[in-house]
């Protein structure tokens, strides 16, 4: 299908970045990578360019909703979005404030994480 979507997937619990990446495939995209913290996501970032990045709001070496901006000075096209079980009202309008394309609510379905690949893709049919 769309083999030209790039996504990375940043999350310190490899079980996240497991079942996120499966549903990824299963929703027909196959350009997906990981990172586990924040040091390897800018990394990745310099490599490459992204069309969306799944970001953890709790990093072991940094805040998720801190690092949009420099995700954004890297690679303005890239849509971030954040992913976390704390979805409090303010992290979500922080996370919205400094630059982030959506939110996902950790535990998520496959079903919230097509309807966020349709947000920015509305032309193309996910599985």
Do not use: W
């Amino acid at each position: 299908m769309e083999d030209d979507i790039a996504i990375l997937i940043v999350d310190d619990v490899g079980t996240v970045r497991s079942f996120l990446n499966q549903t990824l495939v299963h929703l027909g995209i196959d350009d997906i990578d990981e990172a586990p913290n924040a040091a390897q996501c800018m990394a990745a970032c310099a490599k490459k360019e992204y069309d969306i990045i799944f970001l953890d709001i709790e990093l072991p070496d940094g805040d998720g909703k801190a690092m949009i901006a420099d995700i954004n000075a890297v690679s303005e096209k890239t849509n971030v979005v954040m992913v976390s079980a704390h979805s409090n009202i303010e992290n979500v309008k922080e996370a919205i404030d400094n630059g982030a394309k959506g939110f996902v609510v950790k535990p998520f379905s496959p079903k919230k994480i097509a309807a966020i690949l349709k947000k920015f893709y509305p032309k193309i049919e996910f599985a």
